[in-house]
C-alpha cells in the first residue's frame, strides 16, 4: 500500500495527558499537511511541511499543539494537555510541491479519532 | 467567517439519474478547486479538481463545471450509482509564484445518497 498511513487510528485519553499522532505520506511527497475534522464540518487546516520546514501555521494551532517533520518523512502531531475541545479526527495528507496548481492534489490517509474523556 | 460553502447539507438522487453538488466561495483569491469523496471512517478521496483557467474538467463521471464571475463551482455526477454515495467536500486553494499553496479551505460537506 503507498498511500498515506497514519497512527494510531484512534486514541482515548483523559483530559490534561499529552498525545502523540504519527503519519508517513507518500513516499515521492515533499508536502504534508495536517487538518482536523470535527462532527458536521470539513477539515480544517492546521500546518504544512515542505520538506522538513513548517512553512505555515493556522490560529488553530495553539501553544499546546506542535508538529515536526525531522528529515522530511514521517511526521508527528503532539498535542499536550488535552482538553475535551481538542476530541476530533486527526487527518494528514501529502502532495507533490510541482509549479503550478494541477498535480498537487493533496491525498489524505485514514485520520486518526482522538477522543477526550 | 466561511470562506467556502456547500448549502445543501443532503441530496437524494435515483441510480443512473445526474447528481449535482453545489459550492460556493467568497475569496477571490481562490484560483483552483477540488472535490473529495468521503466514506465512514475514512480520510477524504481526491475526484477532481480544476484550475482558474479553465470553466470545464471532466474525468470519467465526474464534472466540474467554475463559474468565476459568480464564485460558485459543481460537482456532476453522471450516471449516479450507490457507490458513489459519500460525503462531499468541496475544496479551494491559491497558487501564487507557480507554486501552489498548502492551505485548503474545506466547505461543510454535502451527504449524497443514491437510491437503487
Known amino acids: 500500500d503507498t498511500g498515506v498511513s497514519q497512527d494510531p487510528r484512534h486514541k482515548i485519553t483523559k483530559r490534561g495527558q499529552n498525545v502523540t499522532f504519527r503519519c508517513d505520506p507518500i513516499s515521492e511527497h515533499n508536502r504534508l499537511y495536517w487538518y482536523r475534522q470535527t462532527l458536521g464540518q470539513g477539515p480544517e487546516f492546521l500546518t504544512y511541511?515542505?520538506?522538513?520546514?513548517?512553512?505555515?501555521k493556522s490560529r488553530l494551532l495553539s501553544d499546546r499543539f506542535s508538529a515536526e517533520r525531522p528529515k522530511g518523512s514521517f511526521s508527528t502531531l503532539e498535542i499536550q494537555r488535552t482538553e475535551q475541545g481538542d476530541s476530533a479526527m486527526y487527518l494528514c495528507?501529502?502532495?507533490?510541491?510541482?509549479?503550478?496548481?494541477?498535480?498537487?492534489?493533496?491525498?489524505f490517509g485514514p485520520g486518526t479519532r482522538l477522543t477526550v474523556l | 467567517d466561511q470562506q467556502v460553502k456547500q448549502n445543501s447539507p443532503s441530496l437524494s438522487v435515483q441510480e443512473g439519474r445526474i447528481s449535482i453538488l453545489n459550492c460556493d466561495y467568497t475569496n477571490s483569491m481562490f484560483d483552483y478547486f477540488l472535490w473529495y469523496k468521503k466514506y465512514p471512517a475514512e480520510g477524504p478521496t481526491f475526484l477532481i479538481s480544476?484550475?482558474?483557467?479553465?470553466d470545464k474538467n471532466e474525468d470519467g463521471r465526474f464534472t466540474v463545471f467554475l463559474n468565476k464571475s459568480a464564485k460558485h463551482l459543481s460537482l456532476h455526477i453522471v450516471p449516479s450509482q450507490p457507490g458513489d454515495s459519500a460525503v462531499y467536500f468541496c475544496?479551494?486553494?491559491?497558487?501564487?509564484?507557480?507554486?501552489?499553496?498548502?492551505?485548503?479551505?474545506f466547505g461543510q460537506g454535502t451527504i449524497l445518497t443514491v437510491h437503487p
Open positions: 511541511f515542505q520538506n522538513e520546514a513548517q512553512l505555515e
Open positions: 495528507a501529502s502532495s507533490l510541491g510541482l509549479a503550478g496548481a494541477l498535480g498537487n492534489e493533496q491525498f
Open positions: 475544496a479551494a486553494g491559491r497558487v501564487a509564484g507557480g507554486t501552489s499553496y498548502g492551505k485548503l479551505t
Open positions: 480544476i484550475s482558474s483557467i479553465k
